[in-house]
């Protein structure tokens, strides 16, 4: 498969959100390559985003996002979950894309045992069934040998993606807490017709 290029992440952030809807996440943990389909993402863009990390500047937590586009900006929340997010655009402006969820397609039983048998429809629930963790911070996912890296995958038509608020942002002021800056495949699924014509 073809691992995303620089130039890919170099671009509007909210077309990176888009275009990284069917794209393949790729982890390889201890030898297991572990793969899901990305159905859901959301766009964090500049230090005017109020629901945005960087909307207190720079920060060593947040140096990353500052950084070169396409490598890993990855944080712990919530006192128990990893987040895994995407740089983008310009060195010094930032922005980045979280991963929300996948859809599992190799290695399915490690991740699936990860999980207790549960889903991976959530920012938390995907890096813990693909090991996701502090390592991985500022990885860059564009390097073919990469442990972690996104590949090309399904191209997947608008008509089976909504767009919507972000969620989880809590006391985010307007305009911010209503951007339609969510993606996300209807039911959680994109269907098998979609993903054999990539094959």
């Not at 909210?14 to 572990?34: F, N």
């Not at 070169?68 to 990893?82: D, I, K, L, R, S």
Request: aromatic fraction near 8%.
């Amino acid at each position: 498969m073809n691992v995303l290029p620089l130039d890919f992440y170099d671009r509007p952030t909210l077309t990176v959100a888009r275009e990284l809807i069917g794209a393949r996440l790729v982890r390889i943990d201890r030898g297991q390559k572990l793969v899901g389909l990305i159905v859901e993402t959301e766009a964090y863009i500049s230090e005017k985003d109020l629901a945005c990390h960087c909307k207190a500047g720079r920060t060593p937590r947040t140096q990353v996002m500052y950084g070169e586009a396409g490598h890993a900006y990855v944080y712990f929340t919530y006192g128990n979950h990893w987040m895994f997010n995407v740089v983008t655009e310009r060195v010094d402006f930032p922005a980045a894309v979280l991963i929300r969820a996948i859809q599992p397609m190799e290695g399915v039983e490690l991740m699936s045992k990860r999980r207790s048998g549960r889903d991976t429809f959530g920012p938390g629930k995907l890096t813990q069934a693909m090991g996701i963790g502090r390592r991985e911070n500022a990885v860059d996912l564009t390097e073919p040998a990469s442990p972690l890296r996104i590949e090309a995958g399904v191209q997947v038509p608008n008509s089976l993606v909504t767009k919507s608020p972000r969620v989880g942002l809590n006391n985010t002021p307007e305009p911010w807490l209503s951007k339609p800056w969510r993606f996300k495949v209807k039911d959680w699924k994109i269907p098998e017709h979609v993903v054999a014509r990539s094959r």
